[in-house]
């Protein structure tokens, strides 16, 4: 499958704990996207890399999340003293470079924060 | 700030009829706007790409327009079938390359 995937697809954690997601965007997409989705709504932005570089940050986005994307391959978001907010689908998505290049979506990684 | 607004509530069509949903903005039109499909439990898919100087794009039995004067894209399934029941979703792209989404619209097709 040459697809994006992401692990784990579930976690669930008690409140205060540390969580890490793990992305594989499609191999030769420079672009990689974090996204965070509730129940009935659309996909809230929160971070993107183009290779290696985390060029955007939502400024909604707590300092409790963090992304890396250390080669410009994998890329990882860790959640740190998880709250019950928390709790949503997290989406990776990676795409070429090139204004209007459509986003390829992983299958998430639904968390849920006990 | 710019938003994008779709109708919450679900579409219900029968088996064999037009789809059509609506996609709203609003201040500045985008530059494009993209159109994506989302099953329960998956990430977006991809379907279309429509520009601000192009007033429609086909692909098979979908069709969007986009009107600059209305701020204003309608997304058309024909012939639509029960397989097509999905929640489709618009998004438009910031100068900073983020994808701002609408809600989403639920469509179901009743055979």
């Known amino acids: 499958d040459t697809g994006v995937s992401q692990n784990p697809r579930h976690k669930i954690t008690k409140r205060g704990q540390n969580v890490t997601f793990r992305c594989d965007p499609i191999?030769?997409?420079?672009?990689l996207y974090w996204y965070r989705q509730t129940l009935g709504q659309g996909p809230e932005f929160l971070t993107y890399?183009?290779?290696?570089?985390?060029?955007?940050k939502s400024r909604l986005l707590s300092d409790r999340f963090s992304a890396e994307r250390p080669k410009g391959s994998f890329s990882t978001l860790e959640i740190q003293r998880t709250e019950q907010g928390d709790s949503a689908m997290y989406l990776c998505a990676s795409s070429l470079v090139g204004q209007g290049s459509e986003q390829f979506f992983g299958p998430g990684t639904r968390l849920t924060v006990l | 700030s710019q938003k994008i607004e779709q109708n919450s509530e679900a579409l219900n069509i029968q088996e064999g009829k037009t789809a059509t949903l609506t996609c709203n903005y609003t201040?500045?039109?985008?530059?494009?706007l993209q159109w994506y499909r989302q099953d329960p439990g998956r990430g977006p898919v991809f379907l279309l790409l429509i520009r601000e100087n192009e007033k429609e794009k086909r692909k098979e039995r979908l069709k969007v327009t986009f009107d600059t004067t209305l701020k204003q894209s309608l997304f058309h399934i024909t012939a639509s079938q029960p397989a097509d029941s999905a929640t489709y979703l618009c998004a438009r792209m910031d100068s900073n390359y983020q994808l701002i989404w609408g809600a989403g619209t639920k469509l179901i097709i009743k055979p």
């Open positions: 201040n500045y039109s985008p530059a494009y």
């Open positions: 890399f183009q290779n290696e570089a985390q060029l955007e």
């Open positions: 191999s030769e997409h420079n672009r």
